[in-house]
T-cell receptor, first 113, second 112 residues
Framework: DVKVTQSSRYLVKRTGEKVFLECVQDMDHENMFWYRQDPGLGLRLIYFSYDVKMKEKGDIPEGYSVSREKKERFSLILESASTNQTSMYLC????????????FGDGTRLSIL | RKEVEQDPGPFNVPEGATVAFNCTYSNSASQSFFWYRQDCRKEPKLLMSVYSSGNEDGRFTAQLNRASQYISLLIRDSKLSDSATYLCVVFFMDTGRRALTFGSGTRLQVQP
């Protein structure tokens, strides 16, 4: 079974802090994704990566950056956290072909105070 | 118009009922389709892929209608454990762009 692990289930940070969310997958998947999920808005893609050191903007990249230095790890960075970034963050990975189904981590519920 | 649209529900059905959800997509170049299931406060999990000829997995049947640009999920003999949110996912790729888009989900509540 694919295992996608997110570093924290719950996280509380303060406005203006730099926040790191980590995601690791153990199935040698090429593709990795970061989403946020908010009530009534569904899943929205923040950033994704199809290869090491490669990244592409999703639908809502503003206020975020990412890093993929190793194939198994994809980090999401909130440069200066704001209250409107309070959300559930979900990491996913998938095999190389873009149309393959994604496997999700448990999610990180991030609160910015 | 959203790229992928679903009725948010909730659909409240009794145990044993048959229930169906539709999901419409706007991009006619869409190539792959999936249904995911998401339990409350949990991550989405793949339920089934949707094939052009339609496919079945136990009590679940998925169908694709390209002409009308929608996919459907039929659940027969509903169980209490089927209560969840069902997410429709659509993949398309064309010149310079590829995207896997999630619908906002349809909530199903199966009642005893």
């Amino acid at each position: 079974d694919v295992k996608v692990t997110q570093s924290s289930r719950y996280l509380v940070k303060r406005t203006g802090e730099k926040v790191f969310l980590e995601c690791v997958q153990d199935m040698d998947h090429e593709n990795m994704f970061w989403y946020r999920q908010d009530p009534g808005l569904g899943l929205r893609l923040i950033y994704f990566s199809y290869d090491v050191k490669m990244k592409e903007k999703g639908d809502i990249p503003e206020g975020y950056s990412v890093s993929r230095e190793k194939k198994e790890r994809f980090s999401l960075i909130l440069e200066s956290a704001s209250t409107n970034q309070t959300s559930m963050y979900l990491c996913a990975s998938s095999l190389g072909a873009s149309n393959q189904p994604q496997h999700f981590g448990d999610g990180t519920r991030l609160s910015i105070l | 118009r959203k790229e992928v649209e679903q009725d948010p529900g909730p659909f409240n059905v009794p145990e044993g009922a048959t229930v169906a959800f539709n999901c419409t997509y706007s991009n006619s170049a869409s190539q792959s389709f999936f249904w995911y299931r998401q339990d409350c406060r949990k991550e989405p999990k793949l339920l089934m892929s949707v094939y052009s000829s339609g496919n079945e997995d136990g009590r679940f049947t998925a169908q694709l209608n390209r002409a009308s640009q929608y996919i459907s999920l039929l659940i027969r003999d509903s169980k209490l454990s089927d209560s969840a949110t069902y997410l429709c996912v659509v993949f398309f790729m064309d010149t310079g762009r590829r995207a896997l888009t999630f619908g906002s989900g349809t909530r199903l509540q199966v009642q005893p």
